[in-house]
């Protein structure tokens, strides 16, 4: 449920993004596309003023005989690029007459400019209509013989109210490169790479970028006044599909390492929320299984000690049954209060040991020796395979004898009818073994990592099912190895028995 929660939404979230992600690259791709042709949009504005200066200071300077211009010529001859000029009066009807050259201009030019404007007489008519409204349109044209020169054609009214029409012959690669050039190459600067190409024979004219080829998928427009040529632009290192595709891919990254880690997080709160709840189960079965334990020597030590006083049992035999019942159900009793106490104080740090060198032998012997009623009523059968020569081990004596008591009635409590338990004992390395053996019920072994695990008990089995317990004996057995920096293992096979093998650190070493 929780990882639905988290999931479907970030799943969604997901196939949204990525969808989104396609849209959001053609809006981005467009809208920078619109960045860069508003680049060459500034420049061909910048080409428009410049031209529209040159005619607006022309027709300023305009005085009507050839003979009162010196101050034109003045200004043509200051101009490079300005080859010559020439001017025409101008009427509707006889449209254009009086010729008047000005600067280097052949014969052969200005008939070409005067059948290129003839031909165009509409559009400066419209030059006139435009002036009054102050504005200097300017038009342009090239000439068809003369492929290095532009013509820029505009109106002129001067202060007696006589229309003219000025042109200006101007050498295309010299505007081009003396005026536009140097605007293309702070525009550019190291970012773009410009150039500017005639459309006629594809001929770069210009570019700030020697090393860059440009072809028509570039973005580039057409010069508003050299409409013969076009400027091309680029954006040096990425190309534009480059930085979206890279966008793109982060995106996409960024997209997938989110997915990754909400994916992990639902995994954590899921894993957690079943540990809670498994923990929870655990608890309330630990509650039950532990009342039961108590329950059942309290009755039989309160049934057998209520015999006594009533004088119902008659006999020297069975007055010693009736208080050896009452000792070993006591015995229990303190046993499973001893072991909950334990675990309370390991689980609150309180637990102190008393660490000591001590007969390993000698344990096994004293815990078995507790054993007796258990083995005189034939219940449990013990066999010894102590190796006498051990060394001693280093260790808390009260501990190891929890521990191993811990894992003799495991043994007792998991066999059944044949209760035949083996501890065995000897020494590898630096370290001192001890062995408990059963030929019991055994453990699966996907269980066998389990049970050591605080209030785990196997729920399979009848056997496992019926015999009551708390879940902390092997638990409170690992604390304690783990106290003496030492190991417990176990080897099991279901129905054959298990090898619980107690390692700890003998007594000179540690
Ligand atoms: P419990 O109080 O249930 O015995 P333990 O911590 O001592 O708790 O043991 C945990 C579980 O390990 C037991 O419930 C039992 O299923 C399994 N187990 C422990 N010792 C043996 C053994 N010798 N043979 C088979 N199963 C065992």
Known sequence: MVLLLIVV????????????????????????ERQLKSVILSLNMYADDVVGQWASKVAYLWQDTKDGNAELVDFIEGNSQIQGAVLYAFSEKAGLSNPVVL?????????????????????????????QSNYQKVISFSLAKEPESSVFVFAILNSQGDRWVGTLIVNTEKFLIDILAPRIQSTA?????MAVKSSRNGS?????????EFNDNDIHEKLWQLPNYSIYLKPLGNTTEALIKKRSRNNLSLLVAVDVLLLLGAILIYRNVRKQLHLAKIKADFVSNVSHEIRTPLALISMYAESLQLNRVRGEDKLQRCYLIIYREAKRLSGIVNNILNFSKMESGKRKFTFDAFDLNEIIRNVVARYQYEMQTNQVEFVLHIDKKIPQV???????????????????KYSKDQKYVEIGTGAEGDKIWVEVKDHGIGIQRNEQNLIFDQFYRVTEGNLAQDTKGSGLGLNIVKNITNAHRGSITVQSEPGK??????CLPRAKEY
């Open 204 to 212: 770069v004219l210009y570019a700030n970028n020697k090393s860059t």
């Open 189 to 193: 600067q190291q970012d773009m790479a």
């Open 103 to 131: 600067g280097n201009v052949t014969s052969d030019i200005a008939a070409q400019v005067l059948d290129s404007c003839s031909a165009s007489q509409n559009s400066i008519s419209r030059l006139f209509t435009y002036l």
């Open 9 to 32: 939404p970030s799943a969604l979230l997901t196939v949204f993004q990525l969808s989104s992600i396609n849209q959001q690259e053609d809006a981005f791709e467009t809208i920078y």
């Open 497 to 502: 028995g298990s090898v619980f093998r107690l």
């Open 394 to 412: 280093w260790g808390d004596k009260e501990a190891i004898d929890e521990a191993l008591v811990n894992l003799i009635d495991n043994a007792i």
